[in-house]
């Protein structure tokens, strides 16, 4: 089970960390996926990091406003995101695949159930 947490009403300019806690299953056994999907658009990519933290990827979009980590000891995965923009507002996924990260969402093997940041101007 993933539950996404930290989401949340900010202006333009702020930032926010979600958190995504797993249960169920050996968390550092899996690679973990940040996910987001904006209303009338499809799911896109945001971002993942590898089992021991050491390989990250960043949609090249959001490069330089985000960070992606984990803490195997919490079973969680955070997302610093800074500097949103209300383009950044989104339900935001949560996603595990069994091996490497990967941008693709069709990879991955279990979602959470999202949660919604909003960012206005």
């Known amino acids: 089970q993933l539950q996404a947490s930290g989401g949340g009403s900010v202006q333009a300019g702020g930032s926010l960390r979600l958190s995504c806690a797993a249960s169920?299953?050996?968390?550092?056994?899996?690679?973990m996926g940040w996910f987001r999907q904006a209303p009338g658009k499809e799911r896109e990519f945001v971002a993942s990091?590898?089992?021991?933290?050491?390989?990250?990827y960043y949609a090249d979009s959001l490069k330089g406003r985000l960070t992606i980590s984990r803490d195997n000891a919490k079973n969680t995965v955070y997302l610093q995101m800074n500097s949103l923009k209300p383009e950044d507002t989104a339900v935001y996924y949560c996603?595990?695949?069994?091996?490497?990260?990967?941008?693709?969402?069709?990879?991955?093997?279990?979602w959470g159930q999202g949660t919604q940041v909003t960012v206005s101007s």
């Open positions: 990091v590898s089992r021991s933290g050491g390989v990250i």
């Open positions: 996603a595990v695949r069994r091996i490497g990260p990967s941008t693709r969402q069709y990879e991955y093997d279990y």
């Open positions: 169920g299953r050996t968390f550092s056994n899996y690679a």
